[in-house]
């Protein structure tokens, strides 16, 4: 199964406009991860913004490079509401931090999942790079890089040559 719909990659989960969004595409289970990473800021929360294609059940985990992943919360019964994980010790970037959301079951009479905004909310993530995939490898460079704190706003999006925003070959 493909990790993204054509026309909805992985980046556009974080790409901070409310009319794009990613798209896993028909599968029974997918992951979409975030990789931060700065010199050393804190995030304090983790909200994702379904679209209608929304997991009812799904866990939203974080690591630091090589650690095994940490469960920040597991929701068993998503409604398709935002939803907000409010961090009791806030997690720190500069250690290669990377968040995940692991969907395991649609919503009923759903076939794809999608998250129309992941955001990250902190102290200082001023020049935080993001890069956004799912069920698949790291991308080699961050697709952007954040300029302001606290709202991460995306200035641009410049996908390596010979390929598309989403990682796809094109040549």
Not at 38 to 64: C, G, H, M, P, Y
Not at 98 to 108: F, H, L, N, V, W
Request: hydrophobic share 40%; aromatic share 8%.
């Amino acid at each position: 199964a493909c990790c993204s719909v054509v026309g909805h990659p992985a980046y556009m989960a974080v790409d901070d406009f409310t009319d794009s969004f990613w798209d896993s595409g028909a599968v029974d289970a997918a992951n979409l991860t975030v990789a931060l990473d700065a010199v050393s800021e804190t995030v304090n929360s983790i909200e994702v913004q379904w679209t209608e294609d929304f997991a009812a059940e799904f866990k939203v985990l974080a690591r630091t490079q090589g650690d095994e992943w940490d469960i920040l919360e597991h929701t068993k019964e998503g409604d398709g509401s935002n939803s907000l994980v409010e961090l009791v010790s806030p997690l720190t970037v500069g250690s290669g931090l990377q968040i995940r959301i692991e969907m395991t079951r649609q919503a009923r009479g759903r076939s794809n999942y999608g998250i129309r905004s992941l955001v990250v909310k902190g102290c200082k993530l001023k020049g935080v790079s993001l890069s956004a995939y799912a069920n698949q490898t790291a991308a080699k460079t961050p697709l952007f890089t954040l300029q302001e704190a606290l709202t991460p706003v995306v200035f641009s999006v410049v996908p390596e040559r010979g390929t598309t925003a989403g990682g796809g070959d094109i040549t």
